[in-house]
């Protein structure tokens, strides 16, 4: 049998090399849990990374600074009807967000994809369809809700605003999530399952909680709730009905898109 002696020198640099090794794995771990292991999708974000996310939400501007909205046709409808039904329905991701670029500010939205899944796809689909761009936020009661997703409010007639859909309805998706401030909700009739395209987002908590479990929450506002705050504070006149909710001068959504944080 062979025997052979030991390298003192050759042991230590092995020995070295397993530090490092082990090292290395102690650091790789502690990377992946402060960067991956602790990810809380619904986190308020920074005004800079509101500021970073809503630059890619890039918008045509004339001279003034608005953006000039376009007065749809029966016939235009009809064709960005079909483009949503053309849309491949996905599931938002985890690091996914929705940004409402708004003609008061932007909005940053997460969304709840174990409690509403359906919801949170719906509204992805729509997004991507172009369906939500200069979209008009039709009923707004301060303290309460702003609303908004009917693309009726682009046809020019103020009649028919809020009785709009995207040509199909989501089964309702209840859950115990609570109508928070900044919290975003599927607007509904009087069938729980006649959700579509129409959301709102609360204003408050006091006035809201007896939402609680009657409407899908969705969604939760994680940057521009000054925005939010803001909107809910516009001037508003009687609408059709009666009720003083619809705002003197359109607030609306510039345009709508999906991003990766």
Known sequence: METRMMDPQNSERKGNAMKIKISGFILCGLLILSCGGTFDPHQMLSDDQVSRLSGKARVTRDA????????????????????????????????????????????????????????????????????????AFHRIIDDFVIQGGDILTRDGDPENDGTGNPGYFLKAEFNDIPHDLGILSMARSQDPNSGGSQFFIC????????????????????????????LGKVETVPNKRGEKSQPATPVYIERAIMVKR
């Open 64 to 135: 003034t600074g608005a953006v000039q909205r376009e007065v749809l046709s029966a016939q235009q409808i009809s064709a960005l009807l079909d483009k949503v039904k053309n849309t491949r329905a996905e599931a938002v991701t985890e690091r996914e967000v929705a940004v409402l670029q708004t003609s008061l500010g932007p909005i940053v939205i997460a969304f709840y994809t174990h409690a509403a899944p359906e919801h949170g796809k719906s509204f992805k689909r729509l997004i991507r369809a172009g369906y939500f761009d200069q979209t």
């Open 203 to 230: 204003l408050s908590r006091e006035r809201t909680a007896q939402l609680d479990g009657k409407y899908t929450v969705f969604g939760k506002v994680i940057g521009g709730l000054d925005t939010v705050l803001k």
